[in-house]
């Protein structure tokens, strides 16, 4: 933490102030502090000022006298980052940018199956909005309830939805964009081809709120599915995943709306730390599949798809056991279990997290080469892998020893995570799958990405900000 | 036509040609010739010297070269494309750099569901290997025979898969660039899920060779359908051909796998002037819908689900005759037929063509909309409309009047354009869906999309080439 701290130009927070209107220009430290800290404490930020704007011409203002005066924004969905893309640092030169009032629903085309928000729409929001319109938004993740589209487009979320409908990215069909000098970036469109020229769009999307700031967007709707089955299965190891999630994607498709790899440890922490909760089977496995079949045409084509897959799992002897969910009250109780893992691992002491990905065929052999080199530097640790294994994406979390000391565990924070990524890097992974760079992984990225990709995206950064004051010291 | 043509230095020539060997340079106009010259005879242009180089160090020494001597490279895949974007222009001072060489397929990962290929491996060729494997490859295009991978990521191309497996851009998950420095950019990543900073793959796919030489790519591979079901649909409207789309959409999801509209004309031509073709129904219609249901479980399982989608629109009104093909030999006849509209629009004389697309929703609209204004221009013009609807992807052409002069049509090509291109506009819609900007559509691009964009995308330009060597006078 710098010893001091330098705070804009009062006269300068002023004209900021101006833009909003003071009722929406935060400046005292109880009202800054909910946009200055994040829920689990780390990335702790200062801010001489938080603006809440409530138009994208209050946005573009507020970018051009940031221009003007060389005064870093950092741009602010719903604070639910795991990263701290979305904090300021702590030397109190950073302006917040909420975008959280930017909320309207500005149209929905039902016949073209897109629906037009703004950035500051909460996610549940919009799940909920697509369900009244008899549709379905299929990005889902734990922190819906806060999280807001303009941060999940920025974070490129992941979530459980991704295996059949595609990250945050794949749900996007046009942005609006302010640029750090106040220009509207207006790609609103609607269409599934489109080849004129660059794609500006992805660069947006996953910048992290480094290139501009996304106010509004074009999002995708689906067909609600008409039947919908999700089964808890025990297997003896990620091998036998592999072989039911091929055999699921096979028979199923794009059907298969959710595949979650779960090791033993965090079910058994859920069932110990979290009150309600059952165990989905009757005795213990070593590993579980947690697997969802959506049908588009009723409820008994996708239970008679579900049914099939897991029988002839059993056959090729993959499945250990398996119960379908009999009701929509079992289903979300097992969806439940899966949601409230990082909850459950909280009790256990310290615990030390990886979002990684790999190719989905390396799995299994990801899975044993990173726990030799966790048993290496920790052989007490316990794994608490839980994650997307259709995707390739592990939340390969570690936690401490039974009894052992907390701090002497993180203090093994550096050596575990290195660990584990120059095995994720062996298998051509992904260091971040999801949750993104922000400022936690930025300076592992730049020590380990190949030089001429952080290169080409100090280039698109110099292009897209040349005065460095789109939310400095994140991703690059 | 410039009236003087500057050719490179002869030194500079014969060190690019040391590069590749002799027997890879060529330099007589009759090997060049079908390197500057495209099937449709638009246009031509002129080079020096075409390079084939065979490997991925070539390419790099040849860029490398191209630097150092400020030579303007041209990359060419199968030299299919429809705008000009991969022919030299006639000035003679661009060197032709052929991927075709790079033709390997480097990796199979079954598990994964990935093939890794170079540039120069034909599209036909990558179907023929994933279907050897099991596998689907689902993009398809008229000149998949000779059309490569390159070209196709390059330009981002679309065709006929698009609806249920995305554009090139979405088949493709990781990369491998020549940077015009000759620097290689390795991303032949096989994540379905990676956050590590700004999104570099999709600036490279679609930018038609003008930010780096993509010299290799990780594509996706699909199971193959079980079953796979064709429809020709004779319908009263596009009105009634999006009705069917929706309901086919919300039976059949990612089932439905082509959905494309055709008028009346292009049929007729086809059956005038393509030997052995027969009318998929007994009547004529004024519009045609070909519909293709792919399970991943049966053929009996596509066949229930068409004949639910036709009976359902039957009962509704929107389906006026159908008939479901009753072998592969009928279903590739139907698919025949769709491809060789373009064939058969040519002994009709005078053409303009359309590359456009508009959200889905607005089609039946836009096809009204710019057929007034067609009309307003040449009162005998044909409609020739055919297309991708499911991905709101026209091709919007226009047949010259019944024993008019060609040449008197064809000197109404830039009203009529603008005339289509206007009504494109006003529904927000792209005046290239998938067929890219290249030399054809350059200057209007300029023209018509919002400056802010262009602007976006010189500054991309520029950070990626600023020595301005990579394919110049293309897209921007």
């Known amino acids: 933490m710098p010893t001091e701290q330098h705070f804009p130009d009062p006269a300068v927070l002023d004209r900021f102030a101006a833009i909003v209107g003071e009722s929406h220009a935060l400046r005292d430290p109880a009202d800054i502090a909910p946009y200055v800290t994040e829920r689990r404490g780390l ?188 089964a808890w299965v025990g297997l003896q190891s990620p091998k036998d995943a592999l072989a039911l999630f091929t055999l699921a994607s096979e028979r199923a498709g794009a059907s298969l709306t959710a595949f979650e790899l779960i090791v033993d440890a965090p079910l058994a922490f859920v069932l110990k730390h979290i009150p309600g909760s059952v165990a989905p089977l009757s005795s213990p496995h070593p590993w579980h599949v947690m697997l969802e079949i959506s049908s588009g045409r009723s409820a008994e084509d996708a239970r008679a798809l579900i049914e099939e897959i897991l029988s002839e799992g059993f056959e090729a002897g993959t499945v250990s056991d398996a119960v379908i969910a009999a009701s929509l009250a079992q289903a979300e109780s097992f969806w439940r279990i899966r949601e409230s893992m990082s909850d459950a691992q909280r009790p256990e002491g310290g615990s030390i997290k990886h979002d990684i990905s790999v190719p989905v065929a390396s799995i299994p052999d990801f899975i044993d080469a990173a726990w030799q080199a966790v048993l290496a530097v920790e052989p007490g640790a316990r794994m608490v892998c839980f994650g997307h294994m259709g995707d390739g994406n592990l939340h390969y979390n570690i936690s401490q020893p039974v009894g052992g000391d907390k701090d002497a565990f993180l203090a093994l924070y550096r050596p575990i995570n290195d660990a584990v990524h120059d095995v994720v890097r062996a298998f051509d992974g992904s260091i971040s799958a999801e949750h993104g760079i922000g400022r936690m992984k930025r300076d592992e990225l730049i020590a380990t990405a190949p030089p001429v990709a952080i290169d080409l995206m100090r280039r698109v950064k110099a292009a897209f900000d040349p005065a460095g004051i789109m939310n400095p010291g994140k991703v690059i």
Chains 1, 2 share one sequence.
Do not use: H
């Open 43 to 230: 990335w702790p930020g200062a801010t001489a000022l938080v603006l809440r704007p409530g138009s994208v011409e209050e946005v573009s203002a507020i970018m051009r006298l940031a221009t003007e005066t060389g005064t870093p924004v950092v741009p602010q969905g719903g604070n639910t980052g795991l990263v701290g893309g979305q904090s300021p640092d702590i030397g109190g030169g950073e302006i917040v940018l909420s975008l959280s009032r930017l909320n309207r629903i500005r149209e929905v085309d039902l016949a073209s199956n897109t629906i037009t928000v703004e950035a500051g729409v909460v996610l549940q929001t919009l799940r909920d909005k697509a369900d009244e319109l008899d549709r379905l938004f299929p990005l889902s993740l734990g922190s819906q309830g806060t999280a807001q589209i303009g941060g999940n487009l920025s974070s490129n979320a992941g979530g459980t939805g991704v295996l059949a409908y595609g990250n945050t990215r794949e749900l996007c069909l046009g942005v609006e964009v302010v640029l750090p000098t106040g220009e509207v970036f207006d790609d609103l469109r609607k269409l599934k081809k489109d080849n004129t020229g660059y794609d500006l769009k992805n660069l947006f999307v996953g910048a992290e709120g480094t290139l501009g700031v996304i106010t509004a967007a074009v999002m995708k709707l689906f067909p609600k599915p008409k039947g919908r089955e999700v």
